[in-house]
């Protein structure tokens, strides 16, 4: 799938500068081909590889208009775009993480789309998972038409979990907790149930979430670590390694993930849908019946999980609105989506698109299906790749017993306010006009 979006990725506004000149070239180069209207589209990594195959059908049907693509690597994606809105040579339309939404609109630098989705044949509001659609609304305001989806649930080794006494996966944390005690009992001292490496954040995120927790409050100007919901959800990521469920350790001191899931070291591990490509090609074909997808087991029921993926958005400076907005319609067509997903294994943002046989029928892709009716947007601020690295940063302190779980949550709270204190200036200074 490339990178995912939702992990952080390191930036600085001074090393972009560089390469504006270069961004200004490009654009330059990109003028229309004779009477054509030029659209130019960047996309990242496997996803911007395949756009351009998709593309020609849109062309055929708007003979009027050209496609240019751009593939970026994930890498130097965020960096790229922060160059071309500082030099002012964005794309037409660009593929966003969902989480790079709101930086982008504090920067002013995207199009409203309310206008265009109201009045739309093609794109309609209520076929797409609720939830991934909020993760592109910011101030009421919708800045992304959702292109792919994931979020995370549980891979498992199902042989274990029925010698454990479980024909389906657990729906509780209680009944959870209570299923890795009993495979736990059955393990070595140097098995586990579950691999949670201690450096991801999205585990404890998800945890919080289900327990109610916006994660930050006051409207994103400050933590919200140390109160009820959070402190119950973080708890409870704890128990994991309090109760030997998980071992404490990072994913570089993971040799081979899937050669200790074949030996049934771990019998669990939390992650995306592009782990069903890589569990089936790399997995034994000894283990190929042994292993399955379920949807997070919450408080008291089936539990929540975030809203991950990546949109399309479509940049304020663009002199071709109307025509990227009917590539943007095109690309959101179901059937697109549908052969966009066999290209990629990206799973479709619309409800619509899951009714095919291609998805309908995978026996890994119906827990995410069911996960995607339960999803939540993570906290919509520009800052949120840098706190949420602070998160697991933290919580690796507490899970090796280095800080307490009450200064855990305190130093995350002051460091996360920290990060806040610019956004909380700009907040009041705009209601202060």
Same mark, same amino acid.
């Given at each position: 799938m490339g990178r995912d979006p939702s992990r952080p990725v390191k930036t600085s506004l001074a090393r972009a500068a560089v390469f504006v000149l270069a961004i200004a070239a490009a654009s330059c180069s990109s003028a229309s081909?004779?009477?054509?209207?030029?659209?130019?589209?960047?996309?990242?990594?496997?996803?911007?590889?395949?756009?351009?195959?998709?593309?020609?059908?849109?062309?055929?049907?708007?003979?009027d208009i050209h496609v240019e693509v751009q593939q970026i690597p994930w890498t130097a994606a965020h960096e790229k775009l922060l160059t071309a809105y500082v030099g002012d040579a964005t794309p037409d339309i660009a593929m966003l993480g969902n989480t790079w939404v709101p930086e982008f609109v504090a920067l002013n630098s995207l199009a409203p789309l309310d206008s265009f989705a109201t009045r739309s044949k093609e794109i309609r509001r209520d076929d797409f998972f609720p939830g991934i659609w909020k993760t592109n609304v910011v101030n009421a305001k919708t800045y992304g038409i959702p292109w792919y989806v994931d979020t995370r649930l549980i891979f498992y080794r199902s042989d274990l979990l029925a010698k454990a006494g479980y024909k389906e996966f657990p729906r509780t944390w209680a009944d959870w907790t209570a299923a890795m005690k009993k495979i736990k009992s059955r393990m070595t001292d140097k098995q586990y149930p579950m691999l949670m490496p201690t450096n991801e954040w999205p585990q404890p995120v998800n945890f919080a979430l289900e327990t109610g927790s916006p994660i930050l409050r006051d409207g994103g100007r400050y933590g919200a670590f140390e109160q009820g919901p959070f402190r119950k959800g973080?708890?409870?990521?704890?128990?994991?390694?309090?109760?030997?469920?998980? %071992?404490? !350790? /990072?994913? %570089?001191? !993971? /040799?081979n993930l899937f050669q200790e899931f074949e030996r049934g070291n771990i019998a669990m591990y939390i992650s995306g849908p592009w782990y069903i490509g890589e569990f089936k090609n790399r997995l034994d074909s000894t283990i190929q019946k042994k292993w399955m997808t379920a949807a997070m087991p919450g408080l008291n029921g089936p539990g929540v999980s975030m809203a991950g993926g990546s949109s399309l958005s479509l940049f304020a400076a663009s002199q071709h609105k109307k025509?990227?907005?009917?590539?943007?319609?095109?690309?959101?067509?179901?059937?697109?989506?549908?052969?966009?997903?066999?290209?990629?294994?990206?799973?479709?943002?619309?409800?619509?698109?899951?009714?095919?046989?291609?998805?309908a029928d995978n026996t890994y892709t119906k827990a995410f299906r069911d996960q995607l009716e339960r999803v939540v947007p993570l906290p919509q601020v520009p800052e949120w790749e840098e706190i949420a690295t602070t998160i697991y940063e933290h919580g690796e302190q507490a899970i090796r017993k280095a800080t307490t779980v009450d200064q855990t949550l305190s130093s995350l709270d002051q460091d996360v306010n920290a990060m806040l204190e610019k956004r909380r200036y700009l907040l009041a200074k705009s209601k202060a006009k």
């Open positions: 081909a004779g009477s054509k209207t030029t659209l130019r589209i960047w996309a990242m990594g496997r996803e911007g590889e395949v756009l351009s195959q998709l593309t020609p059908g849109f062309e055929k049907e708007h003979p973080f708890d409870f990521y704890l128990s994991f390694y309090r109760q030997g469920f998980a %071992s404490p !350790v /990072s994913s %570089s001191q !993971v /040799s025509e990227a907005w009917l590539l943007m319609e095109y690309l959101s067509r179901p059937q697109v989506e549908l052969q966009f997903y066999k290209l990629t294994g990206d799973l479709p943002p619309r409800k619509t698109a899951w009714q095919d046989t291609a998805l």
